[in-house]
């Protein structure tokens, strides 16, 4: 059973950056597609970004293009976050399937973190 812990969340001031943190236990990254997903208040729940362990392979969502970089070391991914808008305020989630494909679905994900939270003032 993988089971995934995010950290690094917080407040920080429009414009500014942050790192979040995804580790891993009970199993290794290998094989997986490790995403990351926020969910705004009162919203659904969105892609961000995603990586293909084994094959290095990243996608973004379209608004965080050049702005976030989702990076992997040894059993822990990383969302890199620089540039930081209040529209990017949300709960940010990690997420990892087996396979190689990065789909941003939710419903395609079987493992999740518990959440952390993002908060960007202006």
């Known amino acids: 059973q993988l089971q995934l812990v995010e950290s690094g969340g917080g407040l920080v001031q429009a414009g500014h950056s942050l790192r979040l943190s995804c580790a891993a236990s009970g199993r290794a990254f290998s094989g997986h597609v490790i995403s990351w997903f926020r969910q705004p208040p009162g919203e659904d729940r969105e892609f961000v970004a995603g990586?293909?362990?084994?094959?290095?392979i990243t996608d973004y969502k379209d608004s965080v293009k050049g702005r976030f970089t989702i990076s992997g070391d040894s059993a822990t991914v990383y969302l890199e976050m620089a540039g930081l808008e209040p529209e990017d305020t949300a709960v940010y989630y990690c997420?990892?399937?087996?396979?190689?494909?990065?789909?941003?679905?939710?419903?395609?994900?079987?493992?999740w973190g518990q959440g952390t939270q993002v908060t960007v003032s202006s």
């Open positions: 990586l293909g362990w084994s094959s290095g």
């Open positions: 997420a990892a399937r087996f396979g190689s494909t990065i789909f941003t679905k939710t419903g395609r994900y079987d493992y």
